[in-house]
């Protein structure tokens, strides 16, 4: 017969429940679309790199970024305006839709921004092509390649091995004993370099998909990682996000490899101790936040598959259009 032995845990183990449980709320949303949008903007990355332009086409290519920035600070005005000269009402605690309204224009305001930032240095790079380096490209569609792969593996492993009740398949776990055993297991550096990558992918993806929802969710700041264009506030908020997904991401990579992990520390902690903590036990038993994960990742791949990078972006522009024109009627 089955019966339940309660134990005290200490208070150390009960805090990395907690936090391993809060961090949740962030790590699978943000892994579930990293996973998806990370391999494939690498990929188009590569099919958008810089090309070699004339002198004609740039001048034609820098008048329309110039039209889409005087566009972009006719908006920022218009916002302001409507912020200075909002109505009573919209300021006051009651007054929500008009604040909602002027932080959603702020935050369209700050995605084209990005875009347009984005295609200017690739205009920059396409005049001076010269000094430009395609390897970085070529990298990214290699990095762009195995992340697929990668992504590929986790989900197969979600699938196989971490939903079933008796798990079909172990498939990574195996992968990994089998490189960790060769040379009748003296030399274990294969399958250390391979458990590294896995984890390392999956931090990767955690910050790429803060910055992509961040771009397609409105009502969250966009918060990129640039080389020698990075505020100190985004930094910080980058390793701020790292450090709350960090707990949710070693019980998470524990699980997927408990296998390759048994009979270690971590197994005693996590899967013995957090795993089964009341209140916290019911998500982790029943696969919540994994289910919540993959239903993010299946969104994003629908979305990238039906639209796309560009087609995205035109209707972005298109919303955007009817945003102003909105904002004008409003004025009036």
Known sequence: DNFNINLNVSYLVYLIGLLSFLGCFAYFPFVGCGLVSLPMDLINDYRNRPTPLTKTEFQEES????????DLLDNCIEVRDNDIHAPTSDRNPGGKEGRIYNITNAKGIEKEYFLLLEDWERLKLSRNFRNSNPLWYILKLVLGVIGAILTVLW?????????PKKPISNLLNTVLIRLSD?????????GILAYSVLCIYLLW??????????????F????????QNTDITTLLLNVWV???????MVQFIYE?????AQN?????????QVRRLYGFREFWLHNVFIYIMLAIFALYTIKTIFTGKKSWKNLQSKQDEMIRKDRRIHRV
């Open 63 to 70: 008048k329309q970024i110039a039209k889409r920035a005087g």
């Open 155 to 163: 989900i197969l492993h979600i699938c196989l091995f971490m939903l």
């Open 182 to 190: 060769i040379g009748d297991g003296d030399f274990p550096l294969f």
């Open 205 to 218: 993806a955690v910050i790429w998909g803060m910055f992509r929802i961040g771009f397609d969710f409105l």
């Open 220 to 227: 969250i700041h966009i918060h990129p990682l640039q080389v």
């Open 242 to 248: 790292l450090l709350l997904c960090t707990y949710p």
């Open 256 to 260: 997927s490899f408990s296998i390759y």
């Open 264 to 272: 270690t520390n971590i197994e005693s902690i996590l899967g013995s």
